[in-house]
Every structure is written in structure tokens, then in C-alpha cells.
């Protein structure tokens, strides 16, 4: 079975605290990306990651993808009551192109 | 980013009827298209790819009888729920890819009563 595991699967943490959500598997992936969703919507797109080792800023949020390919992470600066929703990691397999998703990480943002 | 949108928004149906839901790319061509499925508090699952002109491919587990996917063209995809029960009842997310990204419809709340 092919797996990426996300995790923390849920966070609860105060206003400008920073965190880090980690996927990890042991597939190779041709690209990941990173979702958003809030409640009764669909994901919303963050980020795409294409290159080992790369590394995308969207203002607070930093996303990495590993030099192998095979795990990425998502860290937040200063978390703010906005930020909270549904992260959702995504990635696209190298061998049958099929985009698997993580479990996803229900983040809380406390003012 | 590319749009998708997903009509309707949100059905209640009676149970042993079917339900269409249309899933449209509305600013690109999208010769692949997914649908997932996603319970309360849970990730997605994926359902089956859609390819235009061709027949879907389902996952594991997934009864193709019971919902009947149909790629007509490259903007538009439908996932019928055939003979509907109240365990179908769940949150449907249609998917719509263009290069290696991908962009998800708002999706359709399900209610089987």
C-alpha cells in the first residue's frame, strides 16, 4: 500500500506560536502539493513542490520538499486565527502519476 | 489558479434513487478528472479517474454499477449515484488536472434519507 503519513493530525495552539506539519512516505513522488480546506468547501490549493529539496515561501508559510522526494513539510510563522482549517498534503506517484493525500492536520489557532 | 465547479452544491434524495452530480473546468481543458469521496474529519479517497472519451478507472472497492462516471468532454465530468442508500450519504469533490497540478471542485454534501 502506498502511504503518506501527515502528521500531526491535529494541532491546537495559541495565537503566533509556529508549527510544522510533516509528510512523509516511502514513495518517490514526481510532485507534491499542498491543500487548505475549510469545512463544506473543497481544498484549496497552497503550493506546489516539483524539485528534491526545494523550498516555497507564501508569506508566513514555509513548504520543503525532501532531497529524496519522498517527505515534505509544512511550517508556519506566527500562527494567526485565519490559519485554522484543514491542511492537506498531497502527492503525485512517479510510477502511475496517481495523486495520494495524507491524512491530514486540523490545525486550531487560539486568539 | 484554474477553476472547477461542482453542481449542486448540496442534494437530499430518497433512498433507492439516483442522484447525478456535473463537475465542470471552467477556465482549462482537463483531459483527467477524479472523483473523491471524504467522511467528516477524514482525508480523501479517491474513487476513479476520469479521462475524456474513455471509461473511468475505478479504485479498489469501488462499485463501478453504482456510480457511473461519464467524461463527455474535456470541461465536463458527471458521478451518478445509482440507486441510492443512506451509507452513500457523504461529501463527493470532483477533481480536475491540468499539467501537475490539480484543482478541486467545492464539492457536493450527499444526504440519502
Known amino acids: 500500500t502506498q502511504l503518506l503519513e501527515q502528521s500531526p493530525q491535529f494541532l491546537s495552539i495559541q495565537e503566533g506560536e509556529n508549527l510544522t506539519v510533516y509528510c512523509n512516505s516511502s514513495?518517490?513522488?514526481?510532485?507534491l502539493q499542498w491543500y487548505r480546506q475549510e469545512p463544506g468547501e473543497g481544498p484549496v490549493l497552497l503550493v506546489t513542490?516539483?524539485?528534491?529539496?526545494e523550498v516555497k515561501k507564501l508569506k508566513r508559510l514555509t513548504f520543503q520538499f525532501g532531497d529524496a522526494r519522498k517527505d515534505s513539510s509544512l511550517h508556519i510563522t506566527a500562527a494567526q486565527p485565519g490559519d485554522t482549517g484543514l491542511y492537506l498534503c498531497?502527492?503525485?506517484?512517479?510510477?502511475?502519476?496517481?495523486?495520494?493525500f495524507g491524512q491530514g492536520t486540523t490545525l486550531q489557532v487560539k486568539p | 489558479g484554474a477553476v472547477v465547479s461542482q453542481h449542486p452544491s448540496w442534494v437530499i434524495c430518497k433512498s433507492g434513487t439516483s442522484v447525478k452530480i456535473e463537475c465542470r473546468s471552467l477556465?482549462?481543458?482537463?483531459?483527467?478528472m477524479f472523483w473523491y469521496r471524504q467522511f467528516p474529519k477524514q482525508s480523501l479517497m479517491l474513487m476513479a479517474t476520469?479521462?475524456?472519451?474513455?471509461?473511468?478507472?475505478?479504485e479498489q472497492g469501488v462499485e463501478k454499477d453504482k456510480f457511473l462516471i461519464n467524461h463527455a468532454s474535456l470541461t465536463l465530468s458527471t458521478l451518478t449515484v445509482t440507486s441510492a442508500h443512506p451509507e452513500d450519504s457523504s461529501f463527493y469533490i470532483c477533481?480536475?488536472?491540468?499539467?501537475?497540478?490539480?484543482?478541486f471542485g467545492p464539492g457536493t454534501r450527499l444526504t440519502v434519507t
Open positions: 498531497a502527492g503525485r506517484l512517479s510510477n502511475t502519476g496517481k495523486l495520494i
Open positions: 514513495s518517490v513522488f514526481s510532485s
Open positions: 477556465d482549462f481543458q482537463a483531459t483527467t
Open positions: 513542490v516539483v524539485t528534491g529539496g
Open positions: 476520469s479521462n475524456e472519451g474513455s471509461k473511468a478507472t475505478y
Open positions: 477533481s480536475a488536472s491540468s499539467d501537475y497540478e490539480q484543482y
